[in-house]
């Protein structure tokens, strides 16, 4: 089926403010995007051209730990920071919108809203139930936690001094992603009018958590849940950690993944009329299920299968925005840009945010541009490099048949398969999801391999691009979740990760496996390297988060241990890497000189049907 274009608006500039870590990730900020309607001012870096930050016009007072009792009795600690007047420095009038984040982590700065605060807004800090100085269970988004989000909600609309009745909800990672089950449990005509969830995605065992069904990083995150949130978090992260190591039912997904799985909730939030701004980043570890969210929300805003790629013909909305910088997680956002989305939403201000007709905003790796267009995937037809003689990758299948051996373990020289594409002689852009299809067979009843892409420039320069993960156990695709181009090259593979099935040994299988997506610029004489291994190295499985495949399971080590993997090329075994290739001239932008900093200009780009492929 044909279900995409590369449909490109307008640029747009605006300044970064840097917060970074796990923890903090409380105040994030968006993208905003030139409206096409009469008025637009190319010389302005606002939406509409006419809106700008507010000045500060409050200071700000805290109260701390208030006590907010919950349908069951139990009480959830709450900070409220408020406007207070400059120059009495008493309480503002008011009354105002609020903002409220729902954290669980220990060295929260209940202040960190100030910003918002001081252009007149209430900001509430709510902790989560059994964390820090919460009581009551911790149980990692449960439905109870949804419910405990939507009773805040109605608390901070209706019994918070000085609140107008509107509230937004904002934050990033954990504070992101339970924005979700709370506009899910709140409804339709809550008090809810928009969201700002960042540094999350439609995935957790897909993406933080598992890579290929393999726990990735991101576990340790539990085996130090409790140094990290208090309260009695402890015990529950290393249960979880237990059960998953010995292969048990959450080592798959099963019920417990699948109630966690924000992406379910898509059409959710679309019948409860709650727009929402995504951020995320290239390095985060919701890089690709963020994008894959944008994409759930516009589909079901237009009432069409939630979870398929974008038709090609799709209008985007302005209501569901994501913006993809640089950097890790909750890294190089912005508080204007919220300040923005808010004001537009909970104020009613007149900012243009919303009427953009391109709401997917990405920066690209290696020129440092910024790129707006609205349809995802973005490529209509993927381009194959098969994998050949010689270790090369070439983009017509080879004549030859052959196969290449790599082992089970650490990166090594018989551990280690690396392809080379010929240079690009007119540059390229990589432009979205990227998949492996690997003919491959081992000498166990499992099997491991680690796709890992790379631009090499033409001085010999090494930038790391993107990988994903097959394990042959859990290789398995839910037809009905995975997409494919108008040819059936696999564009997003959707594992099934349900159950494990052996793999027999020697047995020759196709294995289509997602690699997550970038926007990446391919400079002229450069080539694309991809490297193939089957572990990764133990130095690299120390950080808390990660998205690599550090930590087999019990069963699946043994299942793995003293293989050696074959990897086919040829006529009939046509091993490839699929990229989502454009020529190199598709966007117009301006080169950004500094990676961190948004930076867009009002240039309109070529149009929805440009022959922006090869």
Same mark, same amino acid.
Request: net charge neutral; with cysteine; proline share 8%.
């Given at each position: 089926?044909?279900?995409?274009?590369?449909?490109?608006?307008?640029?747009?500039?605006?300044?970064?403010?840097?917060?970074?870590?796990?923890? #903090?990730?409380?105040?994030?900020?968006?993208?905003?995007?030139?409206?096409?309607?009469?008025?637009?001012?190319?010389?302005?870096?606002?939406?509409?051209?006419?809106?700008?930050?507010?000045?500060?016009?409050?200071?700000?007072?805290?109260?701390?730990?208030?006590?907010?009792?919950?349908?069951?009795?139990?009480?959830?600690?709450?900070?409220? %920071?408020?406007?207070?007047?400059?120059?009495?420095?008493?309480?503002?009038?008011? *009354?105002?919108?609020?903002?409220?984040?729902?954290?669980?982590?220990?060295?929260?700065?209940?202040?960190?809203?100030?910003?918002?605060?001081?252009?007149?807004?209430?900001?509430?800090?709510?902790?989560?139930?059994?964390?820090?100085? %919460?009581?009551?269970?911790?149980?990692?988004?449960?439905?109870?936690?949804?419910?405990?989000?939507?009773?805040?909600?109605?608390?901070?609309?209706?019994?918070?001094?000085?609140?107008?009745?509107?509230?937004?909800?904002?934050?990033?990672?954990?504070?992101?992603?339970?924005?979700?089950?709370?506009?899910?449990?709140?409804?339709?005509?809550?008090?809810?009018?928009?969201?700002?969830?960042?540094?999350?995605?439609?995935?957790?065992?897909?993406?933080?958590?598992?890579?290929?069904?393999?726990?990735?990083?991101?576990?340790?995150?539990?085996?130090?849940?409790?140094?990290?949130?208090?309260?009695?978090?402890?015990?529950?992260?290393?249960?979880?950690?237990?059960?998953?190591?010995?292969?048990? *039912?959450? &080592?798959?997904?099963?019920?417990?993944?699948?109630?966690?799985?924000?992406?379910?909730?898509?059409?959710?939030?679309?019948?409860?009329?709650?727009?929402?701004?995504?951020?995320?980043?290239?390095?985060?570890?919701?890089?690709?299920?963020?994008?894959?969210?944008?994409?759930?929300?516009?589909?079901? %805003?237009?009432?069409?299968?939630?979870?398929?790629?974008?038709?090609?013909?799709?209008?985007?909305?302005?209501?569901?925005?994501?913006?993809?910088?640089?950097?890790?997680?909750?890294?190089?956002?912005?508080?204007?840009?919220?300040?923005?989305?808010?004001?537009?939403?909970?104020?009613?201000?007149?900012?243009?945010?919303?009427?953009?007709?391109?709401?997917?905003?990405?920066?690209?790796?290696?020129?440092?541009?910024?790129?707006?267009?609205?349809?995802?995937?973005?490529?209509?037809?993927?381009?194959?490099?098969?994998?050949? &003689?010689?270790?090369? #990758?070439?983009?017509?299948?080879?004549?030859?048949?052959?196969?290449?051996?790599?082992?089970?373990?650490?990166?090594?020289?018989?551990?280690?398969?690396?392809?080379?594409?010929?240079?690009?002689?007119?540059?390229?852009?990589?432009?979205?999801?990227?998949?492996?299809?690997?003919?491959?067979?081992?000498?166990?009843?499992?099997?491991?391999?680690?796709?890992?892409?790379?631009?090499?420039?033409?001085?010999?320069?090494?930038?790391?691009?993107?990988?994903?993960?097959?394990?042959?156990?859990?290789?398995?695709?839910?037809?009905?979740?995975?997409?494919?181009?108008?040819?059936?090259?696999?564009?997003?593979?959707?594992?099934?990760?349900?159950?494990?099935?052996?793999?027999?040994?020697?047995?020759?299988?196709?294995?289509?496996?997602?690699?997550?997506?970038?926007? &990446?610029?391919?400079?002229?004489?450069?080539?694309?390297?991809?490297?193939?291994?089957?572990?990764?190295?133990?130095?690299?499985?120390?950080?808390?988060?990660?998205?690599?495949?550090?930590?087999?399971?019990? *069963?699946?080590?043994?299942?793995?241990?003293?293989?050696?993997?074959?990897?086919?090329?040829?006529?009939?075994?046509?091993?490839?890497?699929?990229?989502?290739?454009?020529?190199?001239?598709?966007?117009?932008?301006?080169?950004?000189?500094?990676?961190?900093?948004?930076?867009?200009?009002?240039?309109?780009?070529?149009?929805?049907?440009?022959?922006?492929?090869?």
């Amino acid at each position: 089926m044909k279900w995409i274009s590369a449909r490109f608006g307008w640029l747009r500039t605006a300044a970064v403010i840097s917060v970074s870590g796990m923890v #903090l990730a409380l105040l994030s900020c968006g993208l905003a995007e030139e409206g096409d309607g009469a008025g637009a001012r190319a010389s302005s870096p606002w939406p509409g051209g006419s809106w700008a930050p507010a000045e500060v016009a409050y200071d700000s007072k805290l109260d701390s730990q208030l006590p907010v009792e919950m349908s069951d009795g139990v009480i959830l600690k709450v900070d409220v %920071s408020y406007p207070t007047d400059p120059v009495t420095g008493q309480r503002a009038r008011g *009354p105002f919108p609020v903002l409220l984040t729902q954290t669980p982590y220990l060295n929260t700065q209940s202040t960190a809203g100030d910003y918002f605060v001081q252009r007149g807004y209430l900001f509430v800090t709510a902790y989560v139930r059994g964390t820090t100085t %919460s009581g009551g269970k911790f149980s990692f988004f449960s439905k109870r936690d949804a419910r405990d989000g939507a009773e805040l909600v109605t608390w901070a609309a209706t019994r918070l001094q000085n609140s107008n009745g509107k509230v937004g909800l904002t934050g990033g990672s954990y504070a992101g992603i339970n924005q979700m089950y709370t506009v899910a449990e709140a409804g339709a005509h809550s008090p809810i009018q928009a969201i700002a969830p960042y540094c999350m995605g439609a995935e957790f065992y897909r993406e933080a958590y598992f890579a290929g069904g393999i726990p990735t990083q991101t576990l340790n995150f539990q085996r130090v849940i409790g140094s990290s949130m208090g309260g009695n978090t402890a015990p529950i992260g290393a249960a979880l950690v237990d059960e998953i190591n010995s292969g048990g *039912p959450r &080592a798959y997904d099963g019920a417990f993944w699948q109630e966690r799985t924000p992406g379910n909730l898509a059409q959710k939030i679309v019948d409860a009329g709650v727009p929402a701004l995504l951020w995320s980043s290239n390095g985060d570890i919701y890089a690709q299920s963020s994008l894959e969210l944008y994409s759930y929300f516009q589909n079901a %805003s237009r009432r069409l299968p939630v979870f398929g790629p974008m038709p090609e013909d799709q209008k985007a909305t302005g209501r569901y925005q994501v913006i993809m910088s640089q950097g890790g997680h909750c890294e190089n956002q912005d508080q204007r840009i919220t300040l923005e989305w808010f004001d537009t939403w909970l104020k009613g201000a007149r900012t243009g945010i919303e009427s953009t007709t391109t709401p997917l905003h990405a920066h690209e790796m290696v020129s440092d541009r910024w790129l707006n267009t609205s349809a995802y995937p973005v490529v209509p037809s993927y381009t194959r490099y098969y994998l050949t &003689a010689n270790r090369a #990758l070439s983009p017509t299948v080879p004549d030859a048949t052959g196969n290449d051996n790599v082992a089970w373990a650490r990166p090594a020289a018989n551990s280690t398969l690396q392809y080379d594409s010929p240079a690009f002689e007119n540059g390229g852009t990589l432009a979205g999801p990227i998949s492996a299809s690997f003919y491959a067979s081992s000498t166990t009843s499992n099997l491991e391999l680690i796709a890992t892409v790379q631009l090499i420039g033409a001085n010999g320069s090494v930038t790391p691009v993107s990988s994903g993960t097959v394990l042959g156990s859990l290789a398995a695709n839910d037809p009905s979740r995975s997409w494919s181009d108008a040819h059936g090259v696999p564009v997003r593979p959707y594992g099934k990760y349900t159950a494990p099935d052996p793999v027999p040994a020697g047995a020759i299988k196709k294995y289509d496996f997602a690699i997550s997506p970038r926007f &990446a610029h391919i400079p002229v004489g450069s080539k694309l390297r991809l490297t193939v291994t089957t572990q990764t190295p133990t130095a690299n499985c120390s950080p808390l988060l990660g998205v690599d495949p550090c930590f087999p399971t019990a *069963p699946e080590a043994s299942s793995l241990a003293g293989a050696t993997e074959t990897i086919y090329y040829g006529p009939a075994t046509s091993s490839s890497l699929n990229l989502p290739l454009l020529k190199a001239d598709c966007w117009q932008s301006t080169e950004n000189p500094n990676p961190q900093v948004p930076y867009w200009n009002a240039s309109s780009a070529a149009g929805a049907r440009t022959p922006c492929q090869k």
